[in-house]
C-alpha cells in the first residue's frame, strides 16, 4: 500500500489538479476543466492512505453510490491511470473530435478498455467515429444504438 505522502505526490504530479484543504486533514483535488458539474476527480484524501477517485465514467471499478472508487490499496500504475482516466473522462472534446463534431449532436460511447466512439447526428444520418476515422453510418439513431451496445459500448 501506498503511504499519504507517495498518494500525495502522485497526485499532486497532475497539473491540471487543483489542491483544496478540508475538514479533518482531508484533501479534494479538483480539476476545474469539467465539462461536467462534477469538479472532484480525488476525494477526502486522508492521511491514513485512504480516499477516492470520481469513476462514474469509467468501466471495470467498483464503484459507490457518489460513482467513488476507495483508492486505499491501489498501487502507483494504479492509481496513476485511474486518474488520468478520470480527468479525461471529464475533459471537453479534443480539437479532434470539435472539428468532427462541429454543431452537431453527439454523444460519446465507451466499452470496458476505455475506447470511446463518438455518434454524432450529421445530414438525418448518425456517424461513429473512432477518432477521425468514419466507423459506421446508420439511418436511424436506434440502429447505432442497437450496433454500440452489440460492440460492447455503452452510453457515457
Known sequence: MLTFEQKLSIIESFPELERKNVSLS???FHFEGSIYDK??????????????????FLEGY?????GMVNIRDFTAEELKSIIKLSIESLS??????????????????INTENHTLILVHEDDM?????GLNLDGT???????????????FRKR
Not at 446508420?138 to 460492447?152: C, D, I, P, R
Request: glycine fraction near 4%; aromatic fraction near 14%.
Open 26 to 28: 482531508r484533501i479534494n
Open 138 to 152: 446508420f439511418l436511424s439513431y436506434n440502429e447505432a444504438k442497437q450496433y454500440l451496445e452489440e460492440e460492447g
Open 92 to 109: 471537453p472534446n479534443s480539437t479532434i473530435q470539435s472539428a468532427i463534431i462541429e454543431d452537431n449532436d453527439e454523444e460519446r460511447w
Open 62 to 66: 467498483d464503484l459507490d453510490s457518489k
Open 126 to 130: 448518425w456517424n461513429v467515429y473512432a
Open 39 to 56: 469538479k472532484n476527480v480525488v476525494y477526502h484524501l486522508h492521511p491514513n492512505g485512504n480516499g477516492f477517485v470520481y469513476a462514474e
